[in-house]
């Protein structure tokens, strides 16, 4: 079955979102006065992207949330071995 490539197009807009919030916290860490806070809240962000493409990818709606545990429910209903992982990402919402 091919792909469709919207499908393809909108998952990989999401995970593009997700590495340059990737590149922020990196960008923040690496100086000589680390910019701790700032890198925090990218990592919520890159995390969040990701579970949106996640989602994208197998075609499930998600509601604007930036609640991380919310959405982490619906990819773990997708696919429970996820549970570990999101359950340490969890802590980023706050």
Known sequence: MPLD???VANTRAWLQ???ADVRRVESL???ADPDVEDALFHCQQAAEKALKAFLTWHDEPFRKTHDLEALGRQCIAIDP???P???AADMLTE
């Open 5 to 7: 490539p919207l499908l």
């Open 29 to 31: 860490l690496s100086t």
């Open 81 to 83: 071995t996820l549970a």
């Open 17 to 19: 979102k997700s590495l």
């Open 85 to 87: 992982l999101l359950a």
